[in-house]
């Protein structure tokens, strides 16, 4: 559980796979050890919606178990500092190509009379200054991603059942049965969607399930130095994030639109959208 | 040069449906708007569109075989496409498509071979050797042509105009629908999209066929029959009329209403989309054929054949340059549009060459009148000399419109 130990970047990985050892004894070896994750990773590979609870049940042995968690992450906008990163761990992670973003911050720079929003290259090398034409008020960063939302529209639309939510709610793409249509990118009211310009397929924020599911926290998580990203398991007692959720007052994005997000905010403007 | 004004979600900026995404209901539109006119005559027994009844016919088929072309040359994996068909996902308002358009291709199909199977068996009979075969294949063996089987075939073309109709009216609805029921994008999420499709497909099915009858006629050295024109520009007018009501009908509320994402949508069709759905979609296109067939409708008398048919063609022409900005503003320009309703991003300019290029889009907007071309030589798409009085409404009186036959 330890997170220090698996910051390094994995090797260029599809949605859900595991990182490969570099010779084959070391695989190996590695395997044994990670065996939860390559189960998953097996289950991933062939889920589709319908039949992966049932594949998930058929494990034998300690593997990981979805029905045993239910994850959510946590944003404090109050902490972020708009560093960047999170965007440049998750890039470097997960292989994001140059002008498309899993995640990003958005600055918000806000007076009473007008306000001004922007995201030079998604956060990735962080925010130079800026002069606005009006008084400012307040001013403040706001990091977006994927919101794996419960009723998400993105995997409803799937005219292929590539896009599918997990029992332990992650919404991920099985970019070996996508056909890369576009409309979930189009579906996504958050712009978390994109088309990768190499596979062609959808691509988004997994949460880095390959990392969740062995334990670990996403990348952006790990990187953040101001604990702005939090990412929490609502089905552990105690857990800082679940209390937060419980406790505080939690918004979300878009709330309006019905789609149930998993991503919470704590201290949200009503500039954000 | 990408340039964004305001603030758009990084991953907005990309315009990832493209041209061929504008061509697809463009082409699917014809499908319907030409199996509209073909059902007036065949479904509705209305005479007077008996001359371009068959060539409604023929047209919406050939669009249909092109129908689906746009969309697989769009997916990013198109080896994957036939999965929508074969493993679909129901939730999605994309898998339908495999259904509707398969069942729709075969009525069509099916009320193609009863129309013209005089034809086929006539062809059968006059040709030797393998074109006989040919022939023969298509008349699936059976050669009856007794007044029995005439009327088995009308009753059969009237079952099926009326099954065709419907499914003509869902394939393209439902494209409509792909848009409409997306709540991310306030200028797809309407009710409205879906019947504004289909009322607009009617406008461009209605206005090609004006354009193709009459060229036709001129081919075939036959006479232009003036009731038939008439009615096109008659029911040209109506359907423009119902579709620009209804396009302005969403504005205004939107407007009215001042819906949240009505700064963002009034700045996207005063800025990036000024020329293409002001000048285009609503004066050049709306505005002018309005009137011209105004003209054609109202003082239909007074106007000699020449004059009517010259402003018909023009508003036709018009017609389906309001219709094609229609789709460009619709698909397009609500990708100009970020979700974040803080941000528009700069026109998009599709790519001349390459899959979804302007060459294939040319290419598929050519591919149906190719075919067309091949359905007149292997069937003849008007009935031939002498062979008057098959293919009739059952049950209406004719003579108010003369037989196409020269």
Known sequence: MDPKTQISPAVPSEEVDPPAGPTRRQFLAASVRLSGG????????????????????????????????????LVDTSKCIGCGACVRACKAENQVPDGF???????????????????????????????????????????????????????????????YRTKDGAVLVDGERCIGCGYCVQACPFGSRFLHPVTHTASKCTWCYHRITKGLRPACVTACPTGTRQFGDLRQEGDPVRQAIENDRVSILQGHLLTEPQCYYLHLDKEVR | MLEISGYAFPNDVHVTWSLMIVMYPYITGFVAG???????????GRQEFKPVARLAMATSFAFLLVASLPLQLHLGQPQRGPSVMITPHFTSAMAGFGILYSFYLVVLLL???FVWRQEIIE?????????????????????????????????????????????????????????????????????????I??????????????????????????????????????????????????????LIVMAYERSESWLIISELITTR?????????????????????AVVVLMNRFLHERVRNTLSTVAAFLCLLQVFSMRWNIVIGGQLL?????GLRSPYEPEAFGREGVLMAAALLIAPFVILWVFDRVLGIEEAEGEDGRGEAPGTETGSAPSPTA
Request: with cysteine; aromatic share 12%; hydrophobic share 50%.
């Open chain 2, 338 to 342: 970020s979700k974040s309703l803080r």
């Open chain 1, 101 to 163: 973003y899993r995640t990003w911050v958005e600055r918000y720079v806000v007076g009473m009379e007008d306000s001004h929003v922007d995201s030079p290259e998604g956060g990735l090398n962080g925010f130079s200054p800026i002069q606005v034409g009006f008084p400012v008020t307040k001013s403040f960063f706001v990091p977006k991603l994927c919101n794996h939302c419960r009723a998400t529209p993105c995997t409803q639309v799937c005219p292929v059942g590539a896009s």
């Open chain 1, 38 to 73: 390559a189960v998953v990773f097996l289950m991933g590979a062939a889920a589709s919606p319908n039949e992966g609870p049932e594949k998930a049940a058929e494990v034998k042995g300690e593997a990981y178990n979805w029905d045993e968690h239910r994850y959510a992450y």
């Open chain 2, 34 to 44: 030409s199996f509209i006119v073909t059902s007036l005559y065949h479904l509705f």
């Open chain 2, 111 to 113: 009320e193609v071979w």
């Open chain 2, 123 to 195: 062809r059968a009979k006059r040709h030797r050797g393998l074109a006989r075969t040919f022939y023969a294949v298509l008349a699936l063996g059976t050669y009856d042509q007794s007044p029995e089987a005439v009327e088995i075939d009308h009753r059969a073309i009237q079952i099926l105009a009326g099954i065709g109709l419907p499914a003509a009216c869902m394939l393209h609805g439902y494209v409509g629908f792909i848009f409409g029921a997306i709540k991310a994008n306030p200028w797809w999420s309407t009710p409205l999209m879906p019947v």
């Open chain 2, 197 to 250: 499709f289909l009322l607009s497909a009617a406008v461009s099915g209605i206005a090609l066929l004006v354009i193709l009858y009459q060229v036709f006629a001129r081919v075939g050295r036959r006479p232009v029959d003036a009731e038939a024109i008439s009615a096109l520009a008659r029911w040209l007018w109506f359907f423009l009329i119902l579709t620009i009501t209804l396009e302005l009908l969403e």
């Open chain 2, 273 to 293: 989309l000024e020329f293409s759905y002001v000048t285009v979609q609503m004066i050049v296109g709306g505005l002018i054929p309005f009137i011209l067939l």
